[in-house]
T-cell receptor
Framework: DAKTTQPNSMESNEEEPVHLPCNHSTISGTDYIHWYLQLPSQGPEYVIHGLTSNVNNRMASLAIAEDRKSSTLILHRATLRDAAVYYCILRDSYGGSQGNLIFGKGTKLSVKP | EAQVTQNPRYLITVTGKKLTVTCSQNMNHEYMSWYRQDPGLGLRQIYYSMNVEVTDKGDVPEGYKVSRKEKRNFPLILESPSPNQTSLYFC????????????FGSGTRLTVV
């Protein structure tokens, strides 16, 4: 079973910020929080990941709650190209089978012009 | 360019005719994995490999075989394809550490008639 919970869908307006939430109340101390996006008929694409501290890269920001039981992927200015399914996934740093990426349903983001 | 290369991109075959989908990565990754994606069922893991000669079953391994004779290659073998294996397949690779993201291939759309 997926260890994260995300809303099925969200809507945003173009050029506005988007906050995609993810709950992971059973996260362990060794789990990294990973985010991927998937465009229709394309392979998932890595977006960002973090362990405890907030992270920024050229694509997005990741805000991690202090207790690590939730996180938020932030797209600072949504564009039509950001319309995709976003997956929040925990990846165990011990590796082995726990290092696998197990996908849930994700959040389908729609962006309105 | 760092990438995961899958071939072929599209394949139509007949029931029972053995086929192989190739996957190759040029990033020296230890982890490699195969997923299938079906409408309403999301991405499900078929097999994964943590290094050369080390493979293990994912959630839906029935009807598939894999091998990992070299670090860069992880072929998916369907010995006797059936129509229920019609799907979109993705190969992915990563370093063992959870502090790295996965890289996915562009996908193979397989139709078994």
């Amino acid at each position: 079973d997926a260890k994260t919970t995300q809303p099925n869908s969200m809507e945003s307006n173009e050029e506005e910020p988007v906050h995609l939430p993810c709950n992971h109340s059973t996260i362990s101390g060794t789990d990294y929080i990973h985010w991927y996006l998937q465009l229709p008929s394309q392979g998932p694409e890595y977006v960002i990941h973090g362990l405890t501290s907030n992270v920024n890269n050229r694509m997005a920001s990741l805000a991690i709650a202090e207790d690590r039981k939730s996180s938020t992927l932030i797209l600072h200015r949504a564009t039509l190209r950001d319309a995709a399914v976003y997956y929040c996934i925990l990846r165990d740093s011990y590796g082995g089978s726990q290092g696998n990426l197990i996908f849930g349903k994700g959040t389908k983001l729609s962006v309105k012009p | 360019e760092a990438q995961v290369t899958q071939n072929p991109r599209y394949l139509i075959t007949v029931t029972g005719k053995k086929l192989t989908v190739t996957c190759s990565q040029n990033m020296n990754h230890e982890y490699m994995s195969w997923y299938r994606q079906d409408p309403g069922l999301g991405l499900r893991q078929i097999y994964y490999s943590m290094n050369v000669e080390v493979t293990d079953k994912g959630d839906v391994p029935e009807g598939y075989k894999v091998s990992r004779k070299e670090k860069r290659n992880f072929p998916l073998i369907l010995e006797s394809p059936s129509p229920n294996q019609t799907s979109l397949y993705f190969c992915a690779s990563s370093f063992m550490s959870a502090n790295y993201g996965y890289t996915f291939g562009s996908g193979t759309r397989l139709t078994v008639v």
